[in-house]
């Protein structure tokens, strides 16, 4: 084995075209749509959230839903400084779909609800999805750095051993595929020794089981859209936006669609992320504040870096081109498009 | 360019006697005559340097404790030496160093530095509206230091009883004049979960934090953002790498539905907020550099307060 690091092609590029450090805590991506919350969270008490460290508030009135700047009691008063985000209206464009509500960061003028993301494994509709699927989880780090911390497989393997497996397998390969929109990265592992959670409480009796895991992330709202599938055992389809609350913060509410899963781990899996986001929080805060140190060191790669610095080089030329002035969506982007193919999803 | 300090609580200042405080790092004499006119003057006897302070106010001012030197509190010059004869007079030249100074809203403020004193005072926003408590403290963490914590974790400085501060905040600090003002969320303590299981923070603790100066306000707010505590605090570089602290803070009429343990005790007068002298300094070590950062850099910046509103195309940063 060699000492000296390898880098995938991506990770040289990167390096090459970037005359900058990977600075993943100024990526401030628009023209998308956030899932900002839960559908179902969302009444007629306002509720704020947070995208860029703007303020989004949320709330219903006579069944219509509003997302604005301001609280709804201070709308009137605080109109006349409303941002260009929404026309100076005070108003978000926002749509109800997959069980979350969506809101327009960007310019107005270019909304198009197509590109709201497709899950094909959720209601588009949201009836039906049960509660326990939904859990809110917090990241203290700027939003692309959690989802390349989702991206990287390897550190699984330290940080969250203990529940979902020593990554101890007979063969394991990864694919990464990408648009000027997306990274697809799919993982293909053979007898796998099964994760202990679905050992105690999934009902998996064997010792070995093979994976199949897709990852389908969109590059501007971190929207990442997950079909991971076990043989013996089942899919457990998920869905984890990382909405950036700011350079330090973000807010994922997952929906982890274990309906199919038998019980008690449908009910149970989907707080397994109260488990491993703490064993995240605790690489990611350090790490996070690192990111804003200027420094000529640049990141070394390993070749299991890859799909990372994919996405690492796809965020950077997104970046730039809406530096540019670029805010449209390539010839090779389409949202909207179904993905079932892509993730591999059964029937 | 010069600016108002609160340095003082104005009970703390009265009678005879003078109070020694320290802002930016210098010790200073604050004292009021008979009419209750506060005076601010250097902690230093022109004279053979002694502390000042300590020494009775007169009818012309403070006099010193070792000859009996007297300064006029307004303009610093002697105004009596005793024991000079009828015929000698205090030369002109001599006089301790004075500080404007001014009381607003159970504050003694001094202005320090060059330029005429600012007709707004940093504690003129501060008007109690419920049951007040007050205090003031040298707290072992640099003044620097201690803005910055107030931003990057402020359970380390402060806590509202009964109340979990989470180290969740809202985006970035926003630039409010001269000051970065930050939400984070809050919850409950003994309610539900813990704050790692809490979809939305049923509180917010908002931090209003100078980039100069030293007058930080911190809010305990409801859900729907209305206050349930208001604190003002005053802080300023005190000797060897400590922080003088001042402050007050009341409770709001409760007008939402809080926790009855937290009303109850409340209403037996149990204070709704405490502010730290001791600091651990294990858990400010701890603390990430996070939304300080920005602080850091509009000391730096010369330009005008950012505005609220950003057009589109200067928001997408890289």
Redesign the interface.
């Known amino acids: 084995m060699s000492e000296v690091p390898m880098m995938d092609a991506a990770g040289r590029e990167a390096e090459a075209t970037s005359k900058r450090d990977w600075?993943p805590v100024?990526?401030?991506?628009?023209d998308t749509w956030f899932p900002v919350a839960?559908s179902a969270?969302i009444g007629e008490?306002?509720?704020?959230r947070?995208v860029?460290?703007?303020?989004v508030y949320l709330w219903r009135d006579g069944g219509r839903l509003y997302a604005a700047e301001f609280?709804p009691d201070r709308l009137e008063a605080m109109r006349a400084?409303?941002?260009?985000?929404t026309n100076g209206s005070g108003f978000y464009p926002a749509v109800e779909r997959y069980g979350y509500i969506w809101a327009w960061y960007?310019?107005p003028d270019n909304v198009h609800e197509e590109l709201i993301p497709n899950i094909p494994f959720l209601p588009p509709d949201g009836q039906g999805i049960p509660r326990y699927t939904q859990r809110?989880?917090?990241f203290?780090a700027a939003s692309p750095l959690s989802v390349e911390n989702l991206i990287d497989l390897t550190h699984a393997d330290f940080l969250h051993a203990n529940a979902i497996g020593d990554g101890q397998s007979e063969n394991d390969v990864v694919e990464v595929h990408s648009t000027s929109e997306t990274v697809t990265r799919i993982r293909n592992v053979t007898r796998k020794s099964v994760a202990p959670v679905m050992r105690w409480i999934g009902g998996v009796r064997a010792q070995y089981q093979d994976l199949r895991a897709v990852l389908h992330v969109h590059l501007r709202n971190n929207v990442c859209i997950s079909y991971p599938n076990f043989t013996p055992g089942y899919p457990i389809p998920n869905v984890q936006p990382f909405v950036p609350?700011?350079?330090?913060?973000s807010r994922v509410d997952q929906t982890n669609y274990t309906v199919h899963a038998p019980a008690p781990f449908r009910w149970l899996m989907p707080r397994i992320s109260?488990v491993i986001?703490?064993q995240d929080n605790s690489v990611l805060?350090?790490q996070?504040?690192r990111y804003?140190e200027s420094t000529e060191r640049r990141d070394l790669s390993s070749r299991f870096d890859g799909p990372g610095n994919r996405y690492r080089l796809l965020m950077?030329r997104l970046?730039?081109r809406?530096?540019r002035?670029d805010?449209g969506y390539g010839a090779d982007a389409d949202p909207s498009a179904d993905i079932s193919a892509v993730l591999g999803m059964r029937g | 360019m010069g600016r108002w300090w609160a340095v003082a609580l104005s009970e703390a200042v009265h009678g005879d006697k003078a109070l020694a405080v320290t802002c930016e790092g210098e010790q200073l004499a604050v004292f009021r005559d008979g009419k209750g006119a506060v005076f601010a003057l250097e902690d230093r006897c022109p004279h053979r340097r002694v502390p000042l302070s300590p020494g009775p106010v007169k009818p012309g001012g403070l006099q010193c404790p070792y000859h009996g030197w007297t300064f006029d509190g307004a303009t610093g010059l002697c105004n009596d030496i005793p024991n000079l004869r009828r015929d000698e007079r205090v030369p002109a030249r001599y006089a301790a160093r004075a500080f404007p100074a001014a009381e607003a809203n159970g504050f003694i403020h001094v202005w320090r530095g060059a330029g005429t004193p600012a007709a707004v005072l940093p504690g003129a926003w501060y008007r109690a509206a419920g049951r007040e408590q007050t205090g003031s403290a040298v707290a072992n963490i640099a003044f620097d230091q201690y803005l910055d914590v107030m931003l990057d974790g402020p359970e380390c400085l402060l806590s509202f009883p009964g109340v979990h501060i989470t180290?969740?905040?809202?985006?970035?600090p926003?630039r409010d004049g001269e000051h970065l003002v930050l939400d984070r969320g809050a919850v409950w303590k003994g309610k539900g979960n813990g704050p790692?299981?809490?979809?939305?923070h049923s509180l917010w603790v908002r931090t209003r934090v100078p980039v100069r100066g030293g007058d930080i306000r911190v809010e305990l707010l409801s859900?729907?953002?209305d206050p349930l505590v208001t604190i003002f605090i005053a802080a300023s570089e005190n000797r060897r790498g400590t922080t003088s602290l001042v402050w007050r803070g009341f409770l709001h009429a409760m007008a939402a539905p809080l926790p009855w343990r937290w009303r109850t005790a409340r209403a037996i007068g149990r204070a709704p907020f405490a502010i730290f002298p001791h600091i651990d300094g294990a858990a400010v070590a701890a603390l990430?550099?996070?939304?300080s950062?920005d602080r850091r850099l509009a000391k730096t910046d010369t330009r005008m307060p950012a505005e609220?509103?950003?057009?589109?195309?200067e928001?997408?940063?890289?």
Do not use: T
């Not at chain 1, 400084?81 to 985000?85: I, L, N, P, T």
């Not at chain 2, 990430?288 to 939304?291: I, K, M, R, T």
């Open positions: 600075v100024n990526l401030d991506l628009r839960y969270d008490r306002a509720v704020r947070i860029h460290a703007q303020d609280r400084g409303a941002s260009a985000f960007g310019n809110a989880v917090r203290d609350v700011g350079k330090h913060r109260y986001q703490p805060r350090p996070n504040a804003f950077m970046a730039e809406q530096q002035g805010f | 180290d969740f905040f809202l985006g970035d926003r790692a299981f809490v979809r939305d859900a729907e953002e990430e550099v996070a939304p950062r609220r509103v950003v057009p589109v195309q928001r997408c940063a890289v």
